[in-house]
């Protein structure tokens, strides 16, 4: 009896082990993912740092280290393959000329498209995208290779930036404007 008990718990043992090495084979066979890509494994999102028949070994951008057994993964999404997506938002305020901001837009994009070998495609100015409370946002997108697209925003964003000082296109702050009764006075305050 013990040893029917025994070959019982075996064979569920072998049979996760078995479906762990299955399920490794296909992946490896199928090249879902690799060594170095950015994934998200249900849920858990990292860099796939090693991958073996049974295992899979991703480390999120804490540092953690996720191994998960191959049988186990479910849905995989591989943001390392193809084109990654940059999506710059940059506000300016209500008295600001949209066109001229658009057109200082397309021109930095058209400088960095051709400067920086990381955009493969764009950037492309999209436009007015939202009106907030005290902000026109306008929307460039821009392609580039994976795990490029972080770097690229933050390089973006600093062209825009600078180029908007240059040609003195106010990036907005929040602001009140204060009425009071009986005294036509208007104030206005600046929140920072």
């Keep these: 009896a013990t040893a029917g008990v025994g070959g019982l718990a075996l064979g569920f043992g072998a049979q ?53 057994p191959n049988g186990a993964i479910n849905h995989v999404v591989n943001k390392s393959n193809g084109k990654m997506r940059s999506w710059v938002n940059i506000s300016i305020a209500y008295e600001e000329d949209i066109e001229k901001a ?3 837009l397309r021109q930095e994009s058209e400088k960095l498209g051709q400067s920086d070998d990381r955009i493969i495609e764009g950037p492309i100015v999209l436009g007015v995208t939202d009106l907030g409370d005290s902000e026109v946002v306008l929307s460039v997108l821009a392609k580039t290779v994976p795990m490029e697209q972080w770097a690229v925003e933050r390089e973006m964003r600093k062209a825009y930036k600078l180029a908007f000082d240059r040609e003195g296109i106010e990036i907005p702050y929040p602001r009140r404007v204060v009425y009071q009764r009986g005294n036509d006075q208007k104030n206005v305050n600046s929140e920072q």
């Design 102 to 104: 658009l057109e200082v």
């Design 16 to 68: 996760n082990l078995v479906r762990d090495v299955i399920t490794g084979f296909f992946i490896l066979f199928e090249n879902q993912f690799s060594v170095g890509d950015y994934v998200e494994v249900d849920g858990s999102g990292g860099i796939v740092e090693e991958m073996a028949l049974r295992v899979t070994k991703v480390r999120d951008f804490n540092g953690d280290l996720h191994i998960v």
